[in-house]
């Protein structure tokens, strides 16, 4: 199984960006989703998850700006970031509780490759 994220790039402030995570591979179940970053010479933390049923929560800094979706036919999280600011700027990783559908598979934390995002005049 594997996370494949996309929409990255570079903006200017107040611009706005979607980030897609894909997943994909053989027969599998998803549980939560959710969308981290990491900015240069700080720790990787919490945007934003979506739980199975939708329920989402957001990290402070993002509320009202960013809005996490899913859809769980296409095993795909987005991340739509309106009125994006210098301080979004990072690499962002989606996320996904993965089980596979195999006798005695666990429920597993996968990543994905990571997309960068700069926002920058």
């Known amino acids: 199984v594997q996370l494949q994220a996309s929409g990255g790039g570079l903006v200017q402030p107040g611009e706005s960006l979607r980030l897609s995570c894909a997943a994909s591979g053989a027969s599998f179940s998803i549980n939560g989703m959710g969308w981290y970053r990491q900015a240069p010479g700080k720790q990787r933390e919490l945007v934003a998850d979506i739980t199975s049923g939708g329920s989402t929560r957001y990290a402070d800094s993002v509320k009202g700006r960013f809005t996490i979706s899913r859809d769980n036919a296409k095993n795909t999280v987005y991340l739509q970031m309106n009125t994006l600011k210098p301080e979004d700027t990072a690499v962002y990783y989606c996320?996904?509780?993965?089980?596979?559908?195999?006798?005695?598979?666990?429920?597993?934390?996968?990543w994905g490759q990571g997309t960068q995002v700069t926002v920058s005049s």
């Open positions: 996320n996904a509780a993965i089980r596979r559908r195999v006798l005695g598979a666990v429920w597993s934390d996968y």
